[in-house]
T-cell receptor, first 113, second 113 residues
Framework: EAGVVQSPRYKIIEKKQPVAFWCNPI?????LYWYLQNLGQGPELLIR????????DSQLPKDRFSAERLKGVDSTLKIQPAELGDSAVYLC???????????FGPGTRLLVL | GENVEQHPSTLSVQEGDSAVIKCTYS??????FPWYKQELGKRPQLIID?????GEKKDQRIAVTLNKTAKHFSLHITETQPEDSAVYFC????????????FGTGTRLTVIP
């Protein structure tokens, strides 16, 4: 069984530019999460989806971050415009339902110059 | 919200010795406590978890103990091997309607051959 897939794995952009990350969850997993992981820290939840509905986006900085999961499968996370402080690893995870074990993708490492 | 503290931040042990990592949490309603292992540049992977209806769980060389009264839980690795070297994260969540994980800050374990 394929795991959670994310792309790109690495991204370098200049500040004020837009950037987007893509996630494909494990097949059949209807719950999807986006986490932010700063260097030397644990992951922090940004947003959680149940199917196509964002049920918890309280930690998502909505002035510059947006996310979507239009068909309840793949998801994209966007930052516009990016700031220097956004440099981090963006992790996607999925689970079989909201109470299932969370499986993580490899992450996208973002560097904003 | 939940606050998870993890100690130590770094831990070095000789191969074959035991390693113990400790976490405390603040939300008495938390009842699910997973541990994730993250190797350098890789995704976090679940290695063991425990729910509040048990006090201890063991899986080969790995065990987790939970003290709900004191609100702390620990990861024990026995007979450590070089491949155990990684960053370990504890997490806590309420398994009631949502599984939002709150992570500790991580422990970098180094097993010296």
């Amino acid at each position: 069984e394929a795991g959670v897939v994310q792309s790109p794995r690495y991204k370098i952009i200049e500040k004020k530019q837009p950037v987007a990350f893509w996630c494909n969850p494990i097949s059949g997993h209807n719950t999807l999460y986006w986490y932010l992981q700063n260097l030397g820290q644990g992951p922090e939840l940004l947003i959680r989806y149940e199917n196509e509905e964002a049920v918890d986006d309280s930690q998502l900085p909505k002035d510059r971050f947006s996310a979507e999961r239009l068909k309840g499968v793949d998801s994209t996370l966007k930052i516009q415009p990016a700031e220097l402080g956004d440099s981090a690893v963006y992790l996607c995870a999925s689970s079989l339902g909201p109470l299932g074990t969370q499986y993580f993708g490899p992450g996208t490492r973002l560097l904003v110059l | 919200g939940e606050n998870v503290e993890q100690h130590p931040s770094t831990l070095s042990v000789q191969e074959g010795d035991s390693a113990v990592i400790k976490c405390t949490y603040s939300d008495s309603a938390s009842n699910y406590f997973p541990w994730y292992k993250q190797e350098l540049g890789k995704r976090p992977q679940l290695i063991i978890d425990i729910r509040s209806n048990v006090g201890e769980k063991k899986d080969q060389r790995i065990a987790v103990t939970l003290n709900k009264t004191a609100k702390h839980f620990s990861l024990h690795i026995t007979e450590t091997q070089p491949e155990d070297s990684a960053v370990y994260f504890c997490a806590a969540s309420r398994e009631t309607g949502a599984n939002n994980l709150f992570f500790g800050t991580g422990t970098r374990l180094t097993v010296i051959p």
